[in-house]
């Protein structure tokens, strides 16, 4: 009997790649990333992807597997997840799906509900409007989903919007999943200061290896123009501020998401939650309890 996935999420910053690292070296796993933009080539500094390092002490997979110029979504993870857990699987080891994206865990989790599929007349209506009409739409439309989305990202909220004009319901309702999979979840967190300060280490670094030379690169393409930190570099490159003041933004910013994130988690997830720092051990002795075979 194949043993369950283990699922690990938390917000940036807060260490989920390497105790994802130290338990798929422990159990005898590989990891599958839970990340909108680590699918992406190209966009490695800002999105923190792991290391050609870390790839090779564990495989990993979704990562670098589509080009800039294709789009993702949720059905893909879910149809490219259940791929990469089957052939993890046919070597007798671990799949751990790590990752920061909320709406992918739960569609892993959930299902993908009944939403229809995108209308490309529409949609191009629809990425036409400047982004307050399409907030103010969506607010008076769906106040659930104005409450929770992203409102810097504005595929998300064009989606939110197609959703509603197509079905006549809110996006909220249409999100209606089936019960969640039982296996053993955790979220990862630490004590607010803590957090801070590794998200302000994160981009001093990320700026020192260069990422405004990889957003000079990938900034022609939708989808790095919509990821945090290459929207606010790209800002900076057409001089809308300087590069002092542009840090400082993406510091703020990545708190800003690390929050919502938190939040996302909390409500829309049944996941256990653990400190960070005391993760893998705690981590590591549930996980074998919860794949441990019930006596009959």
């Given at each position: 009997?194949?043993?369950?996935?283990?699922?690990?999420?938390?917000?940036?910053?807060?260490?989920?790649?390497?105790?994802?690292?130290?338990?798929?070296?422990?159990?005898?796993?590989?990891?599958?990333?839970v990340d909108?933009?680590?699918?992406?080539?190209?966009?490695?500094?800002?999105?923190?992807?792991?290391?050609?390092?870390?790839?090779?002490?564990?495989?990993?997979?979704?990562?670098?597997?589509?080009?800039?110029?294709?789009?993702?979504?949720?059905?893909?993870?879910?149809?490219?997840?259940?791929?990469?857990?089957?052939?993890?699987?046919?070597?007798?080891?671990?799949?751990?799906?790590?990752?920061?994206?909320?709406?992918?865990?739960?569609?892993?989790?959930?299902?993908?509900?009944?939403?229809?599929?995108?209308?490309?007349?529409?949609?191009?209506?629809?990425?036409?409007?400047?982004l307050p009409?399409?907030?103010?739409?969506?607010?008076?439309?769906?106040?659930?989903?104005?409450?929770?989305?992203?409102?810097?990202?504005?595929?998300?909220?064009?989606?939110?919007?197609?959703?509603?004009?197509?079905?006549?319901?809110?996006?909220?309702?249409?999100?209606?999943?089936?019960?969640?999979?039982?296996?053993?979840?955790?979220?990862?967190?630490?004590?607010?200061?803590?957090?801070?300060?590794?998200?302000?280490?994160?981009?001093?670094?990320?700026?020192?290896?260069?990422?405004?030379?990889?957003?000079?690169?990938?900034?022609?393409?939708?989808?790095?123009?919509?990821?945090?930190?290459?929207r606010q570099?790209?800002?900076?490159?057409?001089?809308?501020?300087?590069?002092?003041?542009?840090?400082?933004?993406?510091?703020?910013?990545?708190?800003?998401?690390?929050?919502?994130?938190?939040?996302?988690?909390?409500?829309?997830?049944?996941?256990?939650?653990?400190?960070?720092?005391?993760?893998?051990?705690?981590?590591?002795?549930?996980?074998?309890?919860?794949?441990?075979?019930?006596?009959?």
């Open positions: 009997m194949n043993a369950p996935e283990l699922l690990l999420a938390g917000p940036t910053a807060v260490g989920k790649t390497e105790i994802a690292l130290h338990l798929a070296e422990l159990l005898d796993g590989e990891i599958v990333s909108s933009m680590q699918v992406y080539r190209g966009l490695d500094i800002g999105t923190a992807k792991p290391t050609l390092e870390e790839r090779r002490r564990v495989p990993h997979h979704l990562i670098d597997i589509l080009n800039l110029t294709e789009t993702f979504d949720a059905a893909q993870f879910v149809r490219r997840t259940s791929a990469a857990i089957e052939d993890i699987r046919s070597r007798n080891r671990v799949p751990i799906l790590c990752g920061g994206t909320g709406l992918y865990f739960k569609a892993w989790l959930e299902g993908l509900g009944q939403s229809p599929p995108p209308d490309p007349a529409l949609r191009a209506t629809l990425e036409k409007l400047p009409v399409l907030l103010a739409e969506l607010q008076s439309r769906d106040p659930a989903t104005f409450e929770r989305i992203d409102r810097q990202n504005p595929r998300r909220i064009i989606r939110a919007i197609e959703v509603i004009r197509l079905t006549g319901q809110p996006f909220s309702a249409q999100r209606e999943r089936c019960a969640p999979k039982a296996v053993p979840f955790f979220v990862l967190q630490r004590a607010q200061a803590d957090l801070h300060r590794r998200i302000d280490e994160r981009v001093e670094e990320m700026f020192a290896r260069g990422l405004v030379q990889e957003t000079e690169r990938a900034l022609a393409n939708p989808a790095a123009s919509l990821a945090l930190g290459y570099v790209g800002e900076y490159l057409k001089g809308v501020r300087g590069l002092a003041e542009t840090i400082t933004l993406v510091k703020l910013r990545s708190r800003q998401y690390a929050k919502r994130q938190l939040t996302w988690f909390r409500h829309q997830t049944q996941a256990d939650w653990i400190d960070a720092g005391s993760a893998v051990a705690a981590i590591q002795a549930r996980f074998l309890t919860a794949a441990r075979p019930k006596a009959s």
